[in-house]
């Protein structure tokens, strides 16, 4: 009776301390939410401690909340060695925080190695051990590419230093895995806006989240698209013509069953115009054999290109623009098709590059081509000499159109809109020629018109 009734007594007390515990779990989140919110970070922060420590998985909101709170703290702390106990401790709350709620998508391996190297915590190893575990084993967060860009640097970087045991082919296959990765972030970005983009065209109305996220997708296309050259950058010393010819040449008979290995070195080799040499074609027709694509058939466009042979070049290139299904690499490819024709068959050149945007209306190198085309026809265009000059305020709304729908060309599109307005008539030619509003249509292959500014 006495040890059933001690049973009894535990239980009640456990259910008591259980729910007391659960009650002050409860009126801390409050609390650290509150004092957050308020931006009150040093009211919230023992509140933090307190629940990281004895309610742990009371909400995820402690991580979510508790990262600005020590974020705060490492800003405001002078003291050298007080912000890297704090750095270190976003550091575990991070660990805490995937302990905890796995699975959450917050990207935190990736955040802790850039909060150690941000402020210069820890060594660069640890640093480049978090990048390459969350590279391996959860690139779906991976998506900053200021962090992309780290990653690469730190391993070319172990390369150059005789680190590790690294290779050439390695730092080529870590360039190709990151330029992939970015181009995949760049891509999904770059399909959201186009949607948005022919929103606009529709004469639509963007809503409030809409204009956000096109001025987000925007910035972030911009910065990827940055981190792509700075990679170049680094790797072009490395993979010169002269290292890179013999350096295949050598692979090519135990790697040239290797599709993967094949497509890489074939697109490197194009990317760094090396692909007149005959080793080029070579690799490009063993890929076509062992696995035709749209990607094997683009190279073999270029390989007849670099041959001279043009019909068969644009056989090719046509067959690949239709095989893709990716919607930038198909405008790739159609706006590689206008450029060739753009000397002999402007007009053909145009179609090609209205086939560009078709496919990706924010390919905004489609509109700056047919604005240089235009520009080049100006002295075949047009009645009297005002007319010829006129032709350069149409090139300028292609430079305009470019510059609204690609963030990576929007510096130079500007540019050159503001070089095609000086060509333009000037106020006083308007006003002497009397065509102040007036529209001026071109009756050339352009079959476009004008309409003159007002004074």
């Not at 895995?177 to 065209?201: A, R, Y």
């Not at 095989?323 to 060739?340: E, G, Q, S």
């Not at 520009?375 to 009297?384: I, P, R, V």
Request: net charge neutral.
């Amino acid at each position: 009776m006495k040890t059933k009734l001690t049973l009894v007594l535990l239980i009640a007390v456990s259910f008591l301390t259980n729910a007391q515990s659960s009650d002050k779990c409860a009126e801390d989140i409050q609390y650290l939410v509150q004092f957050t919110k308020s931006k009150d970070y040093n009211d919230a922060y023992p509140y933090l401690q307190s629940m990281r420590k004895e309610c742990p998985t009371y909400h995820k909101a402690i991580y979510i909340y508790g990262e600005f709170i020590l974020k705060d703290k490492i800003d405001n702390t002078q003291a050298p060695e007080e912000k890297a106990k704090f750095v270190k401790d976003l550091v575990a709350l991070y660990g805490e925080h995937d302990k905890n709620y796995p699975g959450n998508g917050a990207g935190n391996t990736v955040k802790k190695a850039m909060l150690l190297l941000d402020n210069n915590v820890g060594t660069k190893e640890e640093a480049y051990g978090y990048l390459d575990n969350a590279f391996k084993t959860d690139a779906a967060n991976f998506t900053s590419a200021k962090a992309l860009y780290t990653y690469f640097e730190l391993f070319v970087d172990d390369y150059e230093a005789g680190k590790k045991g690294l290779e050439l082919q390695q730092v080529f296959d870590k360039y190709d895995e990151i330029t992939e990765k970015l181009e995949l972030e760049e891509k999904g970005l770059s399909d959201e806006l186009d949607v948005l983009l022919n929103k606009i065209e529709a004469q639509e109305e963007l809503t409030d989240k809409e204009t956000r996220l096109k001025e987000r997708n925007e910035y972030n296309i911009e910065q990827f698209s940055t981190v792509k050259g700075s990679m170049d950058a680094k790797i072009v010393l490395l993979s010169t013509c002269e290292k890179l010819i013999p350096f295949y040449q050598k692979s090519f008979e135990e790697k040239k069953t290797d599709v993967l290995w094949l497509k890489r070195a074939a697109e490197r080799l194009e990317a760094k115009d090396c692909d007149s040499d005959p080793l080029f074609a070579k690799i490009s027709e063993q890929l076509h054999k062992l696995n035709p694509t749209a990607e094997s058939a683009y190279l073999l466009g270029v390989a007849a290109q670099r041959a001279r042979n043009t019909s068969k070049a644009l056989e090719y290139f046509n067959q690949s623009a239709q095989l893709f299904t990716d919607a930038t690499k198909k405008a790739k490819v159609y706006y590689k098709i206008a450029t060739m024709y753009g000397n002999g068959n402007k007009s053909l050149a145009r179609t090609y590059a209205k086939k560009a945007l078709g496919a990706k209306p924010s390919f905004g190198q489609a509109y700056m081509l047919i604005a240089q085309l235009y520009a080049s026809s100006s002295n075949e265009c047009g009645q009297t000499p005002f007319d010829k000059r006129a032709v350069y305020w149409l090139c300028a709304q292609y430079a305009n159109k470019a510059a609204s729908v690609d963030p990576a060309l929007k510096a130079t599109a500007n540019r050159q809109a503001a070089s095609y307005n000086g060509y333009a008539p000037s106020r006083t030619d308007i006003f002497n020629a009397n065509m102040a509003g007036k529209t001026i249509s071109f009756n050339c292959w352009i079959g476009e018109s004008v309409r003159v500014p007002n004074l």
